[in-house]
């Protein structure tokens, strides 16, 4: 199961490279939490939406952009229901990026106007250019172009990154998939590191190494997550919400909600 896993078969029609071109509107502006093996470098052409990476959110309007590092968890939403969002997320291959930059690199946006313009006009490009018999070889060539300005300008210097999920991918899988069945019970880090046969303290420490976030900050994603696909679907109540997605209380629920979304459930079924 997994389903947070989003696989990346590291070529698409044997390109290293996968587009998601984005014209959305409203409550079709949401991309629910995952992670993926490949780099994605996400640009804003036009409109708002909030973009959760890690324990981070930022505000994303028009003209910003970031990388998403290999294995970070992620989302984004929009704002209000009247919002309109134009972009594009460009998913590069690790493998890819590893021959030609450089391995255990650490990507971001150095907020740098000459650099944004770049990554902007690329984007641009590749978001507007037409499908024709020529088109693999125009992305590959963008796509060099891309990468020529990521390594001069985005790799954090003496920031090594040690991706998440990269070792121990099987294991951590299964840790994964017992969450997502068991979410909405009173998972506790006693209980889950006796199921797995580790002592608490161990499996707390392996978690973090291997996910990249602690036990329980991965189990509220989780569970904020399925709760707010909950109060989007049906017209459950916030307390219904609570105790059906692992809350043991509504202020656990509201408290958890607003330190991951910025709001509470009420402003966002309201937004």
Not at 106 to 134: G, R, W
Not at 146 to 159: E, F, G, M, P, R
Not at 184 to 201: D, G, V
Request: hydrophobic share 35%; with cysteine; net charge neutral.
């Amino acid at each position: 199961m997994a389903t947070l896993y989003e696989s990346f078969n590291d070529t698409y029609n044997h390109l290293p490279i996968k587009l998601y071109k984005h014209d959305l509107k409203g409550k079709f502006i949401w991309a629910p939490l995952h992670w993926h093996r490949s780099i994605e470098i996400f640009v804003a052409f036009e409109g708002r939406l909030i973009i959760n990476v890690g324990s981070d959110n930022f505000d994303f309007s028009d003209d910003d952009w970031l990388i998403v590092n290999s294995s970070e968890l992620h989302s984004s939403r929009y704002i209000n229901l009247s919002d309109h969002f134009c972009g594009i997320s460009i998913l590069i291959s690790l493998p890819f990026i590893e021959t030609w930059i450089g391995k255990d690199l650490f990507f971001y946006n150095p907020h740098n106007l000459k650099v944004t313009q770049q990554i902007k006009k690329i984007a641009e490009e590749i978001y507007t250019h037409e499908i024709d018999s020529q088109y693999s070889l125009y992305l590959m060539k963008q796509l060099c172009e891309l990468l020529l300005v990521v390594s001069k300008s985005c790799i954090k210097k003496d920031t090594p990154y040690h991706k998440p999920f990269h070792k121990n991918l099987a294991k951590v899988t299964e840790f994964l998939d017992y969450i997502e069945i068991n979410y909405h019970e009173n998972l506790t880090l006693n209980e889950i590191a006796n199921y797995f046969k580790y002592s608490p303290s161990y499996f707390s420490r392996f978690f973090k190494e291997t996910v990249g976030v602690n036990y329980y900050a991965y189990l509220n994603f989780v569970r904020v997550h399925h709760a707010t696909q909950q109060l989007l679907d049906t017209h459950a109540t916030l307390t219904e919400c609570a105790a059906q997605n692992g809350f043991p209380n509504i202020k656990s629920f509201i408290t958890t909600f607003k330190k991951l979304y910025g709001c509470t459930p009420k402003q966002f079924i309201k937004r």
